[in-house]
């Protein structure tokens, strides 16, 4: 018996080394886990959906013991992206509904509304994403060819800004719109006396407000197909802006039964509903879904030319664009979100609607302040008001690939001189100290790495232009890194638990097959996503 101890000694022995105390276990990486001080790592550990512990795997393989470990092969390691400004339900419902980004003329456009009328044979014809800037007729188009093919059937095909729309003359008959209608913070487009089915800003609503809402169905649909594509490109987290207070229920149900596993944070529209709801019972805050922040539109695109400027367009004589509401409207809305302690973030393009909400910005924060309220896209500013982002602690939340999308017409609506001072980043980003990026998907592209690569190399797709464009507001690839992660979670009150791959963290994170802070600027938009992981599960792994 006593020569058996030893021997059963050691199989208690070897019972407590399999005993698990992690997850999961990532080794042979580089990690970047964007800490304070930007370290890097060689391995990690997950317990329950969070960081265990990150450093070197040699210390790592003698203290933790994981049920699941991944050798990354010496590729990089990311925290999980996050998308600071999109539309993913608007994204996933356009999955939906005819795909126009791309299309290189008017004809083309009627030619895929066509295609799928064929195989969708009932209901309104909803789409988006055609771009007038990219057809050799650079011209609004106009409604006669929908008329002609769908004389019932009601036709809604917005600009790929969504700030305009064309819309045939069944929509417009059912919305009830007439030739020289007006309307505050739109524009009904009228050509000697006729209906051009152009709409801009506030006059698409009119027609919007008339679409049968989503089923139920259509609507899970839109918010899981989202979610695959985004996973895909590694996000992790994605900012929807200008949700209806009723979709919170919905997402939150989808998430409660691990269906929906995209987490997001929602800002609810400027709408008197919203406000009473989320006044009324407090911020919505869980693992997967934070809801404490509301979204104005102070005017248009500069696409359209609705934009509001301190000075007349360069390209259409005497107009300035134009705010979407009064000035009073975001005085007040400013003075009930400040009063209630909620985040207002802000769409403002043009620099005279920048202009105005730095000053209604300002009047409520009254200078240094922690409530992160933001100006979605600052596209063009007045050099002179730029420093009240830093005097009000305002958060400028920009999107990199805007201008090496709009680059290219941008100056016709501008001028060169006034160009100079757009998509001022750099400038921007010196004035808080971080800057959260996004993509504003789907009036871009949902990838991230795109945004990289704008915000670093400021070239399109094509590498265009080729020493880059304006190149002294362009951010390094650290900052941007910052931007699409911690910087990112900051904007929404959440860098204490993503962001980051540190302790205490959720094991949000992506691999990709190259490093994209080493490797040459011309490769950055080819960079695939290997695999996402959300709290340490495996959600995307490309085949």
């Given at each position: 018996?006593?020569?058996?101890?030893?021997?059963?000694?050691?199989?208690?022995?070897?019972?407590?080394?399999?005993?698990?105390?992690?997850?999961?276990?990532?080794?042979?990486?580089?990690?970047?886990?964007?800490?304070?001080?930007?370290?890097?790592?060689?391995?990690?550990?997950?317990?329950?959906?969070?960081?265990?512990?990150?450093?070197?795997?040699?210390?790592?393989?003698?203290?933790?013991?994981?049920?699941?470990?991944?050798?990354?092969?010496?590729?990089?390691?990311?925290?999980?992206?996050?998308?600071?400004?999109?539309?993913?339900?608007?994204?996933?419902?356009?999955l939906q509904d005819v795909k126009l980004v791309g299309t290189k003329s008017w004809d083309a456009v009627v030619d895929s509304v066509s295609n799928y009328a064929r195989h969708r044979t009932n209901g309104w014809i909803i789409g988006g994403g055609w771009d007038q800037n990219i057809w050799n007729n650079k011209t609004f188009p106009n409604k006669a060819k929908l008329d002609?093919?769908?004389?019932?059937?009601?036709?809604?095909?917005?600009?790929?800004?969504?700030?305009?729309?064309?819309?045939?003359?069944?929509?417009?008959n059912i919305a009830g719109i007439k030739p020289g209608q007006t309307i505050t913070g739109g524009k009904i487009e009228t050509i000697n006396g006729k209906l051009t089915g152009i709409l801009v800003d506030n006059a698409v609503g009119i027609v919007t407000r008339k679409i049968p809402p989503p089923t139920e169905q259509v609507t899970q649909a839109a918010l899981l197909d989202a979610q695959q594509n985004c996973f895909a490109v590694g996000l992790?987290?994605?900012?929807?802006?200008?949700?209806?207070?009723?979709?919170?229920?919905?997402?939150?149900?989808?998430?409660?039964?691990?269906?929906?596993?995209?987490?997001?944070?929602?800002?609810?529209?400027?709408?008197?509903?919203?406000?009473?709801?989320?006044?009324?019972?407090?911020?919505?805050?869980?693992?997967?879904?934070?809801?404490?922040?509301?979204?104005?539109?102070?005017?248009?695109?500069?696409?359209?030319?609705?934009?509001?400027?301190?000075?007349?367009?360069?390209?259409?004589?005497?107009?300035?664009?134009?705010?979407?509401?009064?000035?009073?409207?975001f005085e007040e809305v400013a003075k009930k979100i400040a009063a209630h302690g909620f985040q207002m973030a802000?769409?403002?393009?043009?620099?005279?609607?920048?202009?105005?909400?730095?000053?209604?910005?300002?009047?409520?924060?009254?200078?240094?302040?922690?409530?992160?309220?933001?100006?979605?896209?600052?596209?063009?500013?007045?050099?002179?008001?730029?420093?009240?982002f830093?005097?009000?602690?305002?958060?400028?939340?920009?999107?990199?690939?805007?201008?090496?999308?709009?680059?290219?017409?941008?100056?016709?609506?501008?001028?060169?001189?006034r160009l100079k001072t757009g998509y001022a980043y750099k400038a921007l980003l010196k004035q808080?100290?971080?800057?959260?990026?996004?993509?504003?998907?789907?009036?871009?592209?949902?990838?991230?790495?795109?945004?990289?690569?704008?915000?670093?190399?400021?070239?399109?797709?094509?590498?265009?232009?080729?020493?880059?464009f304006q190149m002294d507001n362009a951010i390094d690839r650290k900052e941007a890194l910052k931007g699409m992660t911690i910087w990112a979670a900051k904007a929404n009150f959440e860098e204490h638990e993503k962001g980051s791959i540190e302790v205490g963290k959720y094991a949000d994170f992506v691999i990709l097959d190259q490093d994209i802070m080493k490797i040459k600027g011309s490769a950055l938009p080819k960079v695939k996503v290997l695999k996402t992981y959300i709290n340490g599960v495996k959600v995307y792994e490309k085949k």
């Open positions: 018996m006593k020569k058996l101890w030893p021997v059963l000694l050691l199989l208690v022995a070897a019972c407590k080394q399999k005993e698990y105390n992690a997850d999961l276990l990532v080794k042979n990486a580089l990690v970047y886990t964007v800490d304070s001080t930007f370290t890097t790592a060689n391995a990690f550990v997950v317990y329950s959906g969070k960081i265990l512990a990150v450093g070197d795997i040699d210390t790592l393989e003698k203290k933790y013991f994981a049920r699941e470990v991944i050798d990354a092969g010496g590729k990089a390691v990311y925290p999980g992206f996050i998308d600071a400004h999109a539309h993913f339900y608007e994204y996933g419902l356009g002609s093919l769908f004389p019932v059937r009601p036709v809604l095909l917005s600009r790929i800004d969504g700030h305009a729309a064309i819309a045939n003359q069944a929509a417009l992790t987290t994605v900012d929807d802006c200008g949700l209806p207070y009723t979709m919170v229920s919905t997402i939150a149900a989808l998430q409660h039964k691990g269906a929906l596993k995209m987490r997001l944070y929602v800002m609810l529209a400027d709408q008197p509903e919203n406000y009473e709801y989320l006044f009324k019972r407090g911020a919505y805050k869980t693992p997967g879904l934070n809801v404490r922040a509301f979204k104005v539109y102070a005017d248009g695109a500069l696409g359209s030319r609705g934009a509001c400027l301190l000075h007349p367009y360069t390209d259409q004589k005497n107009w300035n664009g134009f705010l979407l509401s009064p000035k009073a409207h802000t769409h403002a393009i043009g620099d005279s609607a920048n202009r105005v909400m730095l000053k209604i910005y300002a009047e409520n924060l009254k200078g240094k302040n922690d409530k992160r309220w933001r100006i979605e896209h600052a596209q063009i500013v007045a050099p002179e008001d730029v420093k009240l830093g005097d009000n602690n305002i958060i400028p939340s920009v999107q990199p690939t805007h201008a090496t999308s709009d680059m290219v017409w941008a100056v016709k609506r501008l001028g060169a001189e808080n100290g971080w800057m959260p990026l996004g993509t504003d998907f789907p009036v871009e592209n949902i990838n991230p790495l795109y945004t990289f690569y704008a915000a670093t190399e400021r070239k399109d797709l094509k590498g265009f232009p080729e020493d880059g």
